[in-house]
């Protein structure tokens, strides 16, 4: 079945460093990738996507490549602020059409704390 | 982005009793809409799919007896967790897609915390 491994952390950095999360799939077919942000007694916001092999995904700084060859999506931002403290989900959703199932399928989340 | 609103964001209730989580997609029609449980240290753990209309599918090892789901509507999901005892605190989230789009996001609820005392 499809499944997500990222990095758990938790991690903590100083303000302006460079981050990146680790995040590899295994999946029947060509899955959408995700990366979806908590933040602090809130519900999950969708920070990129990408639905194709060599998408970039970008938003707030953040940028994530739909790698096939490795089966990776890692999230990068080069320079992280306080207020990217949160928790990040990498996921997937297989398409049904190609046999695969829409449910999203989540890592178990990385905690990111950022100092200033 | 499109908005999912669930309600309420947090409730305690006496061991024993019921407690229904509303989850309603504000500005699309949510064909299918899912339910999950955040456990400490953040894992999410899909419970059931539910489709408008029909019966929620339950993943494996979820008591659809306990977690009732209803998807009455194409804006209107529930939740009720029937006789709730303290292992059924948690925090609940519901995400919702417009599959008929063929648009791959889910928009997510903000979450209820449930503590059962």
């Known amino acids: 079945g499809n499944s997500v491994t990222q990095m758990e952390g938790p991690v903590t950095l100083s303000e302006e460093a460079f981050l990146t999360i680790n995040c590899t799939y295994t999946a029947t077919g060509y899955p959408s990738l995700f990366w979806y942000v908590q933040y602090p007694g809130e519900g999950l916001q969708l920070l990129l996507k990408a639905t194709k092999a060599d998408d970039k995904g970008s938003n707030k700084g953040f940028e994530a490549t739909y790698r096939k060859e490795t089966t990776s999506f890692h999230l990068e931002k080069g320079s992280v602020q306080v207020s990217d403290s949160a928790v990040y989900f990498c996921?997937?959703?297989?398409?049904?059409?190609?046999?695969?199932?829409?449910?999203?399928?989540f890592g178990k989340g990385m905690k990111l704390t950022v100092n200033p | 982005g499109a908005v999912v609103s669930q309600h309420p964001s947090w409730v305690i209730c006496k061991s024993g009793t019921s407690v229904k989580i509303e989850c309603r997609s504000l500005?699309?029609?949510?064909?299918?809409m899912f339910w999950y449980r955040q456990f400490p240290k953040q894992s999410l753990m899909l419970m059931a799919t539910?489709?408008?209309?029909?019966?929620?599918?339950?993943e494996q090892g979820v008591e659809k007896d306990k977690f009732l789901i209803n998807h009455a509507s194409l804006t209107l999901s529930t939740l009720t967790v029937t006789s709730a005892h303290p292992e059924d605190s948690s925090f609940y989230i519901c995400s919702a897609r417009d599959l008929l789009t063929g648009d791959t996001e889910a928009f997510f609820g903000q979450g209820t915390r449930l503590t059962v005392v």
């Open positions: 539910s489709n408008e209309g029909s019966k929620a599918t339950y």
């Open positions: 996921a997937l959703s297989g398409r049904p059409s190609q046999g695969g199932s829409e449910k999203l399928v």
């Open positions: 500005d699309f029609q949510a064909t299918t």
